[in-house]
């Protein structure tokens, strides 16, 4: 199967640690990803991960694999009002020209003061 | 990373009126472009991809006689909703894929506002 779930909300002081979860069924994955988007606006890559790794940080952002649980999370480290928008993780499932993301529901991250 | 517009950014037509939406990518080559259509508070759900020089192909659900697709060059896709109605109104966003060293990226564009009275 393709689903991907993240939880729908997260709520997060300024300066905190938001940890957003994503669980996803498909074993075959090849990527992961994470992308960020404000309102009305597209969809912006923030980092993405091989399979075969199990963590990846970027500055204040954290990837970690767990391929066993099929769990993926991003860490935000010292969040900031500025990272309050939604947060879609996608898996790719194949490489070549028929692969294709399948996305998750999306999880709205709101920081507050 | 990448840069992909699109344009309009939003439109506001007629029932039974077509609508063409460009996508571009602005600095690089994309032989591959995907359509996603976005419900209100809803995850992006891939309509079609799009390959440059050859038909596109749509998911299952999607008329493709409804949502024409043209990958006419390698940086330009474009979607056309023909004699639209209220039910397609919805956030359509595309995505080029650049493929670098074995790696492929997908950037998306800001996305288009269709609203079809």
């Known amino acids: 199967g393709e689903d991907v779930e993240q939880s729908l909300f997260l709520s997060v002081r300024e300066g905190d640690s938001s940890v957003i979860n994503c669980t996803y069924t498909d074993s075959s994955s090849t990527y992961l990803y994470w992308y960020k988007q404000e309102p009305g606006a597209g969809l912006q890559l923030l980092t993405y991960i091989f399979s075969n790794m199990d963590m990846k940080q970027d500055q204040r952002l954290t990837v970690l694999l767990n391929k066993k649980d099929k769990h993926l999370s991003l860490r935000i480290a010292d969040t900031q009002t500025g990272d309050s928008a939604i947060y879609f993780c996608?898996?790719?499932?194949?490489?070549?020209?028929?692969?294709?993301?399948?996305f998750g529901t999306g999880t709205r991250l709101q920081v507050t003061l | 990373g990448a840069v992909v517009s699109q344009h309009p950014s939003r439109v506001i037509c007629k029932s039974g009126t077509s609508v063409k939406i460009e996508c571009r990518s602005l600095?690089?080559?994309?032989?591959?472009m995907f359509w996603y259509r976005q419900f209100p508070k809803k995850s992006l759900m891939l309509m079609a991809t799009?390959?440059?020089?050859?038909?596109?192909?749509?998911e299952q659900g999607v008329e493709k006689d409804k949502f024409l697709i043209n990958h006419a060059s390698l940086t330009l896709s474009t979607l056309t909703v023909t004699s639209a109605h209220p039910e397609d109104s919805s956030f359509y966003i595309c995505?080029?894929?650049?493929?670098?060293?074995?790696?492929?990226?997908?950037?998306f564009g800001p996305g288009t506002r269709l609203t079809v009275l």
């Open positions: 799009s390959n440059e020089g050859s038909k596109a192909t749509y």
């Open positions: 996608a898996e790719r499932l194949s490489t070549g020209t028929a692969s294709k993301l399948t």
């Open positions: 600095d690089f080559q994309a032989t591959t």
């Open positions: 995505s080029a894929r650049q493929r670098t060293g074995g790696t492929d990226t997908q950037y």
